[in-house]
Nanobody, 126 residues
């Protein structure tokens, strides 16, 4: 049984930083990818970033107000852990952040992921 456990969320002031972790267990994660999503109250879950276990290629959401340049996704294959370093946080980054194991398809589509963590709350105060 695959389990994904996020940690590292919390309350931070605007401009601050947090590092989220996602520990994966239940199978060998030497291939495939892991994604980070977030969901703010009243909004749909949205893609943040993804990283391939092999090679470490990274992908970020590419909206007008992108997290690219502020957030960095990384992984530690030996620990089966994926990280999301979040810098220069803004109040609009407030959300529950989820990690997920990619199965097939586009990285920015929730339906492409087969396993999800329980989420960790990130609150950014102004």
């Amino acid at each position: 049984q695959v389990q994904l456990v996020e940690s590292g969320g919390g309350l931070v002031q605007a401009g601050g930083s947090l590092r989220l972790s996602c520990a994966a267990s239940g199978r060998t994660f030497s291939s495939g990818a892991m994604g980070w999503f977030r969901q703010a109250p009243g909004k749909e879950r949205e893609f943040v970033a993804a990283i391939a276990w092999s090679g470490g290629s990274t992908y970020y959401e590419d909206s007008a107000d992108s997290v690219k340049g502020r957030f960095t996704v990384s992984r530690d294959n030996a620990k089966n852990t994926v990280y999301l370093q979040m810098n220069s946080l803004k109040p609009e980054d407030t959300a529950v952040y989820y990690c997920a194991a990619h199965r097939l398809g586009l990285y920015d589509y929730t339906g492409s992921y087969e396993y999800w963590g329980q989420g960790t709350q990130v609150t950014v105060s102004s």
